[in-house]
């Protein structure tokens, strides 16, 4: 993509303003970090609050009488019976039982609303409009921009700014004020930290994000520290822990398959490549995502090949860095199931040199979800 055709989210002058470093990304022109520095940024979202800019994302919305029934056809999750004002975790998956996407499915009362990742927002659009058009309106937001406040204190700053949105607990919704533009919120975000995503009119996201920004606890956090953070939470980043070449099984995201939808569930299956996932759940698949501690400091980057005890090739590196919290490097990858246990010891090739490491418990730091 040239730079002709790199988009600006409605928060770009405000990102150059505060002296983001820009950088191509989904194709659009993003923060990766702020003169603070990535691990200062990650620090302060553990801490405090943090917002970031997250309207490259793609938002959609559906609507119609068969709009819940005609999404299940394309996800293995229970969309039917999801509460007005609830969301739920959801993938998209071929006919092979790859992952498309990850997504997030919100009951807005009237219409149900996505949250797609802006690497996959055009083909996710086109996926939706080729399978379920005919079942129920397809309605791409292209004039709403997307926030993220993410961070414990969080929930301070939407206290004063819009209290009905503080009343809110993790995976829901509501409609809400925030100086008197109206905004759709959810209690929901990428980074293990109690938090809220903002979507709002596209014209009026410098107005709310200045008006975050100037709270006491409010810094601005850009891609690299929102990596950073959502990989020591154990998050998957689609293209990377999530291809059309893992599934659900494999990927450790089990607990995202809706019960209602397996095989002994009263809607089992009916969603591409639902048999596939079913014969991986009842014999396991041979490989599965786990989190990967690397021993010394240095990081251990995506690509990199896992070695079993007796030097085979035994598995590859999908995300890796420095966790600012844990002080020191983290990764997630996959592995043959027989080497997957918690503890078990590995190697990873780094530029021809084996680099120890261990497999982790994921999360490598608690979640902390306001739960109520």
Avoid at 32 to 52: D, M, N, W
Avoid at 350 to 358: I, N, S
């Amino acid at each position: 993509m040239s730079n002709d055709e790199i988009k600006q989210t409605p928060l770009f002058e405000l990102h150059q303003e505060l002296g983001g470093k820009i950088v191509p990304f989904a194709g659009y022109a993003m923060p990766v970090q702020y003169p603070t520095g990535i691990i200062k940024e990650h620090l302060h979202c553990r801490e405090s609050a943090s917002l970031f800019d997250v309207s490259h994302m793609g938002q959609v919305k559906l609507t119609g009488e068969g709009a819940a029934q005609a999404l299940e056809s394309l996800v293995p999750v229970d969309v039917i019976d999801l509460p007005a004002f609830h969301q739920r975790y959801a993938l998209f998956t071929n006919d092979e039982g790859g992952i498309l996407d990850d997504l997030i499915i919100t009951n807005a009362g009237d219409h149900l609303f996505l949250v797609v990742n802006g690497a996959c927002k055009e083909q996710d659009i086109a996926h939706l409009q080729s399978n379920i058009a005919d079942q129920c309106d397809i309605e791409v937001l292209t004039e709403q921009a997307l926030l993220a406040l993410q961070g414990p204190k969080a929930g301070d700053v939407m206290q004063r700014l819009a209290p009905e949105a503080a009343d809110l607990v993790f995976m829901t919704a509501t409609q809400a004020q925030i100086d008197g533009v109206e905004c759709f919120v959810t209690r929901s975000g990428y980074t293990g930290e109690d938090g809220f995503e903002i979507s709002m009119p596209a014209d009026k996201a410098d107005q709310i994000a200045r008006l975050l920004l100037d709270q006491a606890e409010v810094e601005a956090c850009g891609l690299g520290a929102r990596d950073s953070l959502r990989l020591e939470a154990g998050l998957c980043l689609y293209g990377h822990d999530l291809t059309t070449q893992t599934t659900p099984v494999e990927a450790s995201l089990l607990w995202a398959l809706s019960k209602v939808r397996r095989a002994d569930g009263d809607r089992a299956g009916g969603y591409p490549g639902a048999s596939v996932i079913f014969e991986q759940i009842k014999n396991k698949s041979a490989q599965r995502r786990v989190g990967l501690q690397p021993q010394g400091r240095a990081p251990i980057r995506e690509g990199a090949e896992i070695q079993g005890p007796d030097g085979t090739i035994i598995g590859r590196v999908t995300s890796g860095g420095f966790g600012a919290t844990m002080n020191g490097p983290v990764a997630m990858g996959y592995v043959n199931r027989e080497h997957s246990e918690v503890g078990t010891e590995l190697n990873a090739v780094v530029r021809g040199k084996l680099q120890p490491l261990t497999v982790a418990k994921l999360p490598f730091v608690t979640q902390r979800y306001y739960r109520g």
